[in-house]
């Protein structure tokens, strides 16, 4: 049975930093490209970065550009997600999970794609 938890979420002022962790058990952590997602209740789960399954490349949408940077350690079963310059708008749920296809890869970040997801952490920023 696979399992995944998010952690390192939490309250942050706007300008700071948080460093998300997703550990996950079950299957064969590098054989997976992976993702991490976010949601606003009442909106859409949207992309936010995700990594290629040898860390070959990685991609990032929308706001996360030039302010978030995906990483993954193999041999620790982890992905992260470091967050600088935290804005109000950044506040949601965030999620991760694996590529629905075993070492399969896409550019696109989309929900639809991915598969094994986690609980979610919170992210929120006070202006």
């Known amino acids: 049975q696979v399992h995944v938890v998010e952690s390192g979420g939490g309250l942050v002022q706007a300008g700071g930093s948080l460093r998300l962790s997703c550990t996950a058990s079950?299957?064969?952590?590098?054989?997976?490209?992976w993702g991490w997602f976010r949601q606003d209740p009442g909106k859409e789960r949207e992309g936010v970065s995700c990594?290629?399954?040898?860390?070959?490349?990685?991609s990032y949408i929308g706001a996360a550009k030039g302010r978030f940077t995906i990483s993954r350690d193999n041999a620790a079963n982890t992905l992260y997600l470091q967050m600088n310059n935290l804005q109000p708008e950044d506040t949601a749920i965030y999620y991760c999970?694996?590529?629905?296809?075993?070492?399969?890869?896409?550019?696109?970040?989309?929900?639809?794609?991915?598969?094994?997801w986690g609980q979610g952490t919170l992210v929120t920023i006070s202006s």
């Open positions: 079950g299957l064969t952590f590098g054989d997976y490209s």
């Open positions: 999970a694996a590529f629905s296809v075993r070492r399969g890869w896409s550019n696109a970040c989309r929900p639809r794609d991915y598969t094994y």
């Open positions: 990594i290629h399954y040898g860390a070959l490349a990685t």
